[in-house]
């Protein structure tokens, strides 16, 4: 069974940075492309931000582009979102995914497991 634990979130001030992680039991987690989404009060999940299976490639969001990166550690089954020049339009519960990896690419992928989320909340 695939779990998903994300951590690292927090109360942050405009133009701040955070660093979320996200913990996989995973058996073979590198054989999962991964993924950030985030939910705002009152608004659909967005994607934010995705990596393949080995770090070869990513993909992001407009929004979080230039602000925003995504790395992971596949020794430690553990993928981060680096969240730099925070906005107060970047808050919301943030949410851990995985996929099984394929060559298609990330832009616009499904993704079969989710975590239970994070909350960032970015003051102004």
């Known amino acids: 069974q695939i779990q998903l634990v994300e951590s690292g979130g927090g109360l942050v001030q405009a133009g701040g940075s955070l660093r979320l992680s996200c913990a996989a039991s995973?058996?073979?987690?590198?054989?999962?492309?991964m993924g950030w989404f985030r939910q705002a009060p009152g608004k659909e999940r967005e994607f934010v931000a995705a990596?393949?299976?080995?770090?070869?490639?990513?993909d992001y969001a407009d929004s979080v582009k230039g602000r925003f990166t995504i790395s992971r550690d596949n020794a430690e089954n553990t993928v981060y979102l680096q969240m730099n020049s925070l906005k107060p339009e970047d808050t919301a519960v943030y949410y851990c995914?995985?996929?099984?990896?394929?060559?298609?690419?990330?832009?616009?992928?499904?993704?079969?497991?989710w975590g239970q989320g994070t909350q960032v909340t970015v003051s102004s």
């Open positions: 995973i058996r073979a987690f590198n054989n999962y492309d």
């Open positions: 990596i393949n299976w080995n770090g070869g490639s990513t």
């Open positions: 995914a995985a996929v099984r990896a394929t060559s298609y690419s990330l832009t616009g992928r499904e993704f079969d497991y």
